[in-house]
């Protein structure tokens, strides 16, 4: 099938070749009519960008014809046309600096997209949001960027919720998210079920509300020595809309074909979303925009997939209502000032069932429930977050002060269950209490670009503080104790956090950094960067970064970049501690996920956490034979030290630490340990071409990625040598090399007709290979490599309205089926990164005023 597709797509494009193609020329000039050579011509919220030739005569080729371009040279006024302006006495006057802005990957005003060493993806949210079914960021990205992954869970607690998203197969918590270049802050979720993600914590994005954004930014890059914790896979920039005197709503709905239910229903999990955008003007060149968007989704159910192993009753998406208010704005203070604030606020509501306890489960009370029952757990998330900032061109410095602050909350609660010490009086619903994490940062930094220094030269430096805290917060005492010796205590499905388990932590660091990027000559350029932290609880890290580009002709670019990086210990992996009811094999057992500084780490002999410690290095090429045609291919290694991991269930009968864990009255226990080396290899392809097909545009793109992770070592202590099998155990291993497809296809067909497009897209996702609760390495649950097919259509009534409908996944395509009492999740499949719900049809509504 995938060589059809690839076949197809061949075809197609050597069609497009020899049909006429539309293309813009112009000529870029001062006001005194010197060309300005090198400066770049940008197709709005696209990759699509060509720089001006030494006479400031530039062609380009749009993907559409209401493409909006912007024409930009350091120094002089950011010009914004339409394709129809386009001509050939195009003036750009000399202007501030401050209406220029920069890219991710670089603190250069004069670097764009096209022409950074590092691989870049730049994505416009309006776009893909309008021609596709995905309602949220992290299913969006996870079918718009080759390698970005993402995975709903089912029955995994608090990852039901929020959905570990990741790059290059590395952990969610090794991907840097920034918000208009800003820190964002993490979830206080630290994952612990569920088969991706497992022990780390990372962002929510879907916090933030897809109407709120421009585009999004993607560093497919290690960027630790530029941006500090975290950004050992790469970058993930989201850039907040700017547009004024609009009033966008958009109104969008959907479900899927449901299968493997117990009834007869023909469709569940419904999806709508209601979202408005408005903008207005703020003084001179001032503006703000505030985006308000309500989603909901609802319970799928596909427990009946395999009856004959039923382990769940209820296996499926959780139910989510999320609420969001998002504000961006810019406000001048002079001409070469301004003072700018964004941040929002959102509150989501979630409901997932846990594992069923059926009619003659020991657990169960059966006055109370006949039939046995599903614990539903709820989990409350408030995510609030605010940045105020300062930016002034000072002797031709650009200076930049900041101060963002961000806060995540999670508060459980569970219904539909009951304690089982407590016999038929129990009650059915439990405060389960939670968790929360908070940041505090402030930036300061100043860049400048030296035009008349060798090609071009720019110098960036500046420093950054972070206080971040965080704490858990215990349920009522019915949710967590056992009133009778021997019986499983607390709510069952998500016993509560004990007091025992509460804690009140902060840390600090302080960083500073140095950038540059120098320009040799207009075809090539090197850049380096070092930075410098300090971590209150485990001191001091250095770490370097340099780059290259280098242009062998107009067509042919040559890059590549090599660097060290770093991730710190969150908080949530060093101070989470929680007993929970675990089941092994569907048997139920009390497991202790004990803190990594708490007498049962000390005991046997587990560290305290440390960072995380990469090697880097990137070398690709870009290939532009014309305004019409591009390919980019990007080889990347990842090295990394001392990876955070939970490690396996350390048993109280073990015969060399059992006594250890029995004089703690610990049945089970697992740690937070710095204990795996990886190696991750790979290579990112994206190929794109676009022309004239009759009276349309007609563009197809092509985007692969394959990654291959190895686990190099695993490092026990002393007391626990010779167990490296619990230390990280046969299934945690897969889980880990899991973490991304070996490889992911994405094809994608774009016909563009007057008022009506068409997109067709496929999507292949490679073979993956999970142990189960068997640990039979030579029987594996594998999952066959799937490919996914979606269609739709939109049709523009006017400039002001425009409606698509279309399906997702519309062949109803499932993972291979496995049995539910030895899958991670205990349904059919475990969580794979093309989904469980089958076929999704959706419509969607835009209106403008």
């Known amino acids: 099938m995938i060589k059809r597709i690839i076949l197809i797509w061949s075809l197609l494009h050597c069609a497009q070749f020899v049909l006429a193609q539309a293309i813009l020329k112009g000529k870029i000039s001062d006001p005194d009519g010197m060309p300005l050579a090198g400066a770049t011509i940008i197709e709005k919220g696209t990759n699509n960008g060509v720089t001006a030739d030494a006479e400031g005569r530039f062609s380009i080729v749009p993907q559409s014809t209401e493409s909006i371009f912007t024409i930009s040279f350091i120094g002089y006024e950011t010009l914004t046309l339409s394709g129809v302006q386009i001509n050939e006495n195009i003036v750009l006057k000399e202007g501030n600096l401050l209406q220029q802005v920069t890219v991710v990957g670089s603190r250069s005003l004069n670097r764009s997209a096209t022409d950074t060493p590092a691989p870049i993806d730049i994505i416009d949210i309006k776009e893909i949001s309008t021609k596709t079914g995905q309602l949220d960021i992290n299913q969006l990205l996870q079918f718009a960027a080759p390698s970005f992954n993402s995975n709903r869970q089912s029955g995994s607690d608090g990852t039901d919720h929020i959905d570990p998203a990741s790059l290059r197969g590395l952990g969610p918590d090794q991907t840097l998210v920034l918000i208009n270049g800003k820190r964002r802050h993490q979830s206080s979720l630290v994952n612990i079920y569920g088969t991706r993600g497992r022990g780390n914590s990372g962002t929510d994005l879907n916090a933030i509300p897809v109407a709120a954004i421009e585009r999004i930014e993607i560093l497919r890059d290690g960027a630790a020595a530029q941006y500090g914790s975290d950004a050992i896979a790469g970058v993930i920039n989201i850039v907040l809309k700017t547009t004024t005197d609009n009033l966008e709503v958009n109104a969008n709905s959907g479900m899927y074909k449901s299968k493997y239910r117990f ?10 979303n209601l979202n408005g955008n408005y903008g207005f003007k703020v003084g001179d060149g001032g503006f703000m925009n505030i985006t308000g968007d309500y989603n909901f989704r609802d319970h799928t159910n596909r427990a009946n997939a395999n009856a004959d192993e039923l382990a769940r009753r209820e296996f499926g998406d959780p139910r989510a209502k999320n609420a969001s208010v998002y504000l961006n704005s810019k406000l001048p203070v002079s001409e070469k000032s301004y003072v700018y604030f964004f941040g929002g606020s959102n509150i989501r509501n979630g409901e997932s069932y846990a594992w069923t306890r059926f009619a003659d489960d020991d657990r169960n009370i059966a006055s109370i429930y006949p039939n046995g029952f599903d614990p539903l757990i709820k989990a409350k998330i408030n995510d609030n977050s605010i940045a105020v900032g300062f930016r002034s061109l000072m002797n031709g410095w650009d200076f930049d002060i900041s101060n963002n602050i961000g806060v995540n909350r999670f508060h459980y609660s569970v219904s539909n269950t009951l304690n089982s010490s407590l016999g038929a009086s129990s009650p059915t619903s439990f405060d389960a209490g939670g968790f929360q994490l908070g940041q505090n940062t402030f930036n300061v930094g100043m860049s400048k670009y030296f035009k008349d220094k060798l090609a071009g030269l720019n110098i960036a430096f500046g420093g950054e503080y972070r206080h971040e805290f965080y704490s858990i917060f215990a349920g009522e005492e019915k949710s967590w104790k056992s009133y009778i010796d021997g019986v499983p205590p607390g709510s069952q499905g998500f016993p509560g956090f004990q007091p025992g388990d509460e804690i009140k932590a902060n840390r600090s660091n302080l960083g500073f950094y140095f950038d540059t990027e120098a320009d040799f000559t207009k075809k090539f350029m090197v850049g380096a960067a070092v930075r410098f932290e300090n971590y209150s609880d485990f001191g001091s890290t250095l770490n370097g970064k340099i780059s290259s580009r280098l242009k062998i002709t107009e067509a042919i670019t040559l890059r590549g970049t090599a660097s060290t990086g770093f991730r710190a210990p969150s908080l949530p992996q060093i ?46 090429f870009t290939l532009r034979p014309n305004n019409t045609f591009s390919m980019t291919v990007d080889a990347y290694y990842v090295k990394i030290k001392d990876r955070i991991v939970l490690t396996g269930q350390f048993t109280n009968d073990d015969p060399d630490i059992g006594k250890l864990l029995q004089s703690l009255n610990v049945g089970r226990a697992q740690l937070f340990t710095n204990a795996v080396s990886t190696t991750t290899k790979g290579i990112d392809i994206i190929i794109s071409n676009r022309n004239k097909i009759g009276e349309g545009n007609f563009t197809t793109s092509f985007a692969a990625n394959f990654n291959n992770l190895t686990i190099n070592n695993v490092n026990t202590n002393a007391k626990l040598a010779g167990k490296e099998e619990t230390y990280f155990d046969l299934r945690e291993r897969y889980f880990l090399k899991a973490s991304a497809p070996p490889s992911k296809l994405n094809l994608t067909l774009d016909y563009q007709i007057k008022k009506s497009t068409v997109l067709i897209r496929f999507v292949r996702f490679g073979e993956i290979k999970l142990a189960d609760w068997n640990y039979d ?26 409606i698509t409908v279309g399906g997702n996944n519309i062949f109803n395509v499932y993972p291979d089926m496995y049995s539910g009492y030895i899958t991670e999740s205990g349904g059919a499949w475990d969580p794979v990164q093309m989904g469980w719900n089958g076929a999704f049809l959706y419509g969607k509504l835009k209106l403008n005023f």
């Open 263 to 272: 009834d007869d229903k023909k469709f569940d999990g419904l999806n709508y």
């Open 575 to 620: 101070y989470f501690n929680s007993t929970v009811t675990n089941f092994i094999g569907g048997v139920p057992e009390e497991v202790q996920i004990a803190r990594n500084n708490g007498p049962v780490a000390k005991a046997l002999g587990i560290p305290a956490l440390k960072q995380e410690l990469s090697k880097n290095a990137s070398l690709g």
């Open 777 to 802: 390495e030579n029987a594996l649950d594998i999952y066959s490599p799937k490919i996914t097919t979606d269609i739709s259509y939109s049709y523009r009534f006017s400039k002001n309205t425009a």
